[in-house]
């Protein structure tokens, strides 16, 4: 059974593999799932309204000054925290107000949690958005997906709204300097771990030269049955050579 999805602005603060103590936000509606994407893996189950324009949706979304007023409640009750990430139930960046929320949000961990860093996970399609690439300045960690080396197994294993190309993502992340790329591979129906793909992904990654990628398979229940995770082993092996080809950091987590 997939994860319900959160059923507030913020959540945790949680213990995160990847960032350690982490405050969540979330952007998205909780009653349902609203993405751009509608990926095979994702443990927050199928996208009920898939779509890349929320401004017509408002009246589901928090507004940007009620997300501020929450998160800084968070902030000032919280233990000490490692990072303030957005992720929630689908794109924060979909969010209307997501420059003005970011920008906030940063003066708010810098007043509360200054030792904290704020990260963005985000699955890309909103780089497109000019206001959303010039946001990304406000985040410590840019985090941004790149699941596929090829259109075809994009479209499979991403499953995108209408009107979002992936040759246009990656075009976007080669303009960006300090970001982190992060994969998620699985084997099985619509897999993205054949040798083709394999070596059209360390190409993309080598040509968008991210500070880093973060490497890692599934661990939750996830949307589609018919996917299974990778072996960590096999992981290790695929990051090892990515590293090779790519000359940029690979790290796996789950190990």
Same mark, same amino acid.
């Given at each position: 059974?997939?994860?319900?999805?959160?059923?507030?602005?913020?959540?945790?603060?949680?213990?995160?593999?990847?960032?350690?103590?982490?405050?969540?936000?979330?952007?998205?509606?909780?009653?349902?799932?609203?993405?751009?994407?509608?990926?095979?893996?994702?443990?927050?189950?199928?996208?009920?309204?898939?779509?890349?324009? /929320?401004?017509?949706?408002?009246?589901?979304?928090?507004?940007?000054?009620?997300?501020?007023?929450?998160?800084?409640?968070?902030?000032?009750?919280?233990?000490?925290?490692?990072?303030?990430?957005?992720?929630?139930?689908?794109?924060?960046?979909?969010?209307?107000?997501?420059?003005?929320?970011?920008?906030?949000?940063?003066? /708010?961990?810098?007043?509360?949690?200054?030792?904290?860093?704020?990260?963005?996970?985000?699955?890309?399609?909103?780089?497109?958005?000019?206001?959303?690439?010039?946001?990304?300045?406000?985040?410590?960690?840019?985090?941004?997906? /790149?699941?596929?080396?090829?259109?075809?197994?994009?479209?499979?294993?991403?499953?995108?709204?209408?009107?979002?190309?992936?040759?246009?993502?990656?075009?976007?992340?080669?303009?960006?300097?300090?970001?982190? /790329?992060?994969?998620?591979?699985?084997?099985?129906?619509?897999?993205?771990?054949?040798?083709?793909?394999?070596?059209?992904?360390?190409?993309?990654?080598?040509?968008?030269?991210?500070?880093?990628?973060?490497?890692?398979?599934?661990?939750?229940?996830?949307?589609?049955?018919?996917?299974?995770?990778?072996?960590?082993?096999?992981?290790?092996?695929?990051?090892?050579?990515?590293?090779?080809?790519?000359?940029?950091?690979?790290?796996?987590?789950?190990?």
């Amino acid at each position: 059974m997939v994860y319900s999805l959160q059923t507030g602005i913020v959540y945790g603060p949680v213990r995160s593999r990847r960032f350690g103590r982490s405050l969540g936000i979330n952007l998205s509606p909780c009653a349902r799932k609203l993405c751009s994407f509608d990926c095979v893996y994702c443990h927050y189950g199928a996208t009920d309204r898939l779509t890349t324009d /929320l401004s017509m949706l408002a009246d589901e979304l928090p507004s940007a000054e009620l997300v501020l007023d929450v998160v800084e409640v968070a902030l000032r009750s919280a233990e000490q925290l490692e990072v303030v990430t957005f992720s929630g139930n689908g794109e924060p960046t979909l969010h209307p107000e997501f420059p003005a929320i970011a920008r906030g949000v940063a003066e /708010l961990v810098e007043r509360w949690q200054p030792e904290a860093r704020t990260v963005l996970l985000s699955n890309s399609s909103g780089l497109s958005r000019r206001e959303v690439h010039d946001a990304l300045a406000a985040i410590d960690l840019p985090v941004l997906k /790149l699941d596929a080396g090829t259109r075809e197994t994009f479209q499979a294993v991403n499953r995108p709204a209408r009107g979002v190309r992936f040759e246009e993502i990656v075009d976007e992340l080669s303009t960006l300097s300090r970001i982190t /790329l992060q994969t998620l591979l699985i084997d099985g129906e619509h897999g993205n771990t054949s040798p083709h793909e394999l070596s059209a992904y360390f190409e993309l990654v080598r040509w968008i030269a991210p500070v880093g990628v973060q490497l890692y398979s599934t661990d939750r229940p996830v949307a589609k049955t018919a996917t299974r995770r990778v072996a960590v082993e096999r992981l290790l092996e695929i990051a090892a050579q990515g590293q090779q080809r790519a000359g940029v950091p690979f790290r796996v987590y789950g190990v």
